[in-house]
């Protein structure tokens, strides 16, 4: 009985063989050398700005972390005329390897009471998501957040109830959740300044101890700092606010 064999089998040996014989292809490796050179170009712009800058005022910095061009380390100053002057924030930034086709992680590594940013420093901003350009670069991207601090967009939080107090126009109290938390212990001590003035005025028939005491109160009652009690206490402590306390983020 003749044996013939079965066409399937020999397909399926043929296409076998001829697969072993093809040159393995190596896995897709990245060329890490124009985005280090994109990166590099980068940081000498950024620094040629704060050179050209009077007195390199320019509110934005960022520099490479160690050894690493993928990793920085951004600082950013609160805007002038803002609730946020005078104040200094830490960013990190990491650039993926298909950068600038991708967009940067950028977060905040100094807590920052924001609409726009949660309580782990993520960063609600169009140009980081969706309405990012390769056109932009690091100088852009740090710029934003600062045109974002003072410019929130309280209709896209991550920060719900930073964006209530925005809405329903609690300044003070959102000034000193922004900022004031940060000189705590001097909000605390002239706070504490205050009800020792109020006992004293109580009890007290010693007309130059009065005097003294108002005097201090009205003025700076921290030499190293310009920060003391916020209106927003003077107003509940006292009803009308007859002391002027300033407040934590150089209010006039």
Known sequence: ?????????????????ASSKQPVSSPNTVDTTSVTQRLQKELMSLMCSLEQMSGGDLGVSAFPEGES???WIGTIEGGKGTMYEGLSYKLSLRFPL???FKPPQVKFETMCFHPNVDQYGNICLDILQDKWSSA???RTILLSIQSLLGEPNPE???????????NNKEGDLFRLESGGICDLVVV???????LVLQITEKWSRNSTLLENLRANLNSKTDTKSDVRLPHYFSVKLKGKGLF???TCFNEN
Do not use: H
């Open 244 to 246: 002027q306390f300033g």
């Open 1 to 17: 009985m003749e044996v013939r064999p079965n066409p399937t089998v020999e397909n399926l040996r043929a296409t076998a063989a």
């Open 98 to 100: 298909d950068y600038p």
């Open 136 to 138: 932009y670069d690091c």
């Open 188 to 194: 605390l001590k002239n706070l504490l300044f205050f």
């Open 69 to 71: 061009i993928f990793t």
């Open 156 to 166: 896209s939080p991550l920060n719900s109830y930073a964006a209530a107090l925005l």
